[in-house]
């Protein structure tokens, strides 16, 4: 049932599978997906506030960084059992924060992921025990503020 | 700011709160209480270790302990005075007596079952002695009215642990595995439930529950929960879980005498 049918011309693509199959298959290409994504979220280099037009679209959606930042924590330390916070856009690059279950991915709501945080207890349990907190506060110092402005629309 | 001044703002904040809530409503407040694990956090060695026991005692499981009294206490403070009599295991198969506002409900719901799924955890773990014959049972008593139950609804012990096993690891994300007694169908089941989820939302009676959210194994076992729930096995106190399964066989013998 949870089986991808493949056509004859051949593989489906991960946003493909994501978009259009639910269950196993949808989660697991979400984690596939998501984890590609969040390791290119990341940067030893990373963090401090951000500039140019990642800036500018994130105070004209939130009002201010600081603003962004609460919502995004809020999202982050508050989702229940495992998950994922994003900063999304949408066509026309207004952000909003939202969090995905599981392996789900926003491509499956119509929204553009910008920027991820893993909150599955793996991605922090060794590092932090439970304090997500305190890993999502060490999150901010590797943010990858070029890959950021990448996915917005040019 | 560092870490450790947050964690102690934070939970100096929390126990003001919870101090102005009680000023509130100091007759019909509920408090759950931590329970106290009935061995020590090494007994479990080697197969989960100390450092996993106290982490998910002495704080996940506490968080589950304050985060439900603050939503029960917030519901009753909003007028819902009768949720106080309501023992927990009822209101989680009557979840809509709690009021959804300001998130109430799931907070019941997830603080709830977080704060029951673990109760009997640790209760249905025992520490693990090889040497000693009433320690080292690792099933229940043979022709016991459970071990019974088991062979009837899965066709022997050994094919009841296989599927438990192979449900406990296809769990996908966070959650707990169940061995349930089903009223509708009179039958004993095993299923996934996600996140804090019980059986007992659906008013059936828990039997065996084993914890596969990633911080029960993290620490012990990386991503390896196949060999988390080996282990598991040697822990199973199984004298619990049969007394677990006195309230089937009250309910069996009634719909006997009908």
């Known amino acids: 049932r949870d089986r991808v049918s493949t056509q004859s011309t051949g593989k489906k693509s991960l946003e493909e599978i994501i978009k259009t199959q639910t269950g196993k298959a949808q989660s697991l290409a979400g984690q596939i997906w998501n984890h590609t994504f969040y390791w290119n979220a990341l940067h030893p280099k990373g963090g401090g506030k951000p500039s ?3 800036a500018e679209a994130i105070d004209k959606s939130f009002g201010s960084f600081d603003a962004f930042k609460k919502e995004f924590d809020d999202a ?3 989702h229940f059992g495992s998950g994922w916070a994003w900063l999304v856009r949408d066509d026309n690059n207004k952000l909003s924060v939202t969090s995905t279950h599981d392996g789900g991915n926003p491509l499956s709501e119509g929204k553009t992921p910008v920027l991820t945080i893993d909150v599955w207890e793996h991605a922090y349990y060794i590092d932090y025990r439970h ?8 999150w901010w110092e590797l943010v990858n503020w070029e890959w950021a402005t990448q996915q917005l629309k040019h | 700011v560092s870490t450790q001044s947050t964690g102690a703002a934070y939970m100096y904040l929390q126990r003001v709160l919870f101090f102005l809530l009680l000023v509130f409503c100091i007759s019909e407040c509920v408090k759950f209480n931590l329970p106290q694990l009935p061995y020590a956090y090494s007994a479990l060695e080697p197969f989960i270790k100390t450092e996993t026991m106290r982490v998910h005692h002495s704080k996940h499981h506490a968080a589950y302990t304050s985060k439900l009294n603050l939503a029960l206490n917030r519901a009753i403070e909003l007028g819902h005075t009768e949720l106080s009599n309501i023992p927990l295991e009822r209101l989680l198969g009557e979840l809509h007596k709690v009021p959804e506002e300001e998130g109430l409900r799931n907070s019941v719901r997830n603080n709830g079952g977080g704060y029951i799924n673990h109760a009997h ?15 080292s049972v690792i099933r229940p008593s043979l022709n016991s009215p459970l071990s019974n139950a088991l062979q009837k609804d899965f066709g022997s012990f050994v094919q009841f642990q296989k599927e438990f096993n192979q449900s406990a690891l296809n769990l996908f994300g966070s959650g707990w595995c169940f061995l349930f007694f089903d009223k509708a169908d009179s039958k004993l089941k095993i299923q996934a439930f996600p996140n804090q989820d019980t059986p007992l ?4 009676i828990p039997i065996l529950g084993l914890d596969v959210w990633e911080h029960a194994y993290y620490l012990d076992y990386q991503n390896q929960r196949a060999k988390y729930i080996d282990a598991w096995w040697y822990l199973v106190n199984w004298e619990y879980i049969q007394s677990n399964y006195l309230p089937v066989i009250e309910i069996l013998e ?3 005498e009908m």
């Open chain 1, 76 to 78: 982050a330390t508050t």
């Open chain 2, 121 to 135: 955890f640790w209760k249905a773990m025992r520490p693990y002695y090889p040497a000693g014959p009433e320690y």
């Open chain 1, 52 to 54: 140019g037009k990642i």
């Open chain 1, 131 to 138: 304090d997500r907190a305190s890993y999502v506060k060490a």
């Open chain 2, 201 to 204: 939302m659906e008013r059936n």
């Open chain 2, 254 to 256: 009634t719909k006997l």
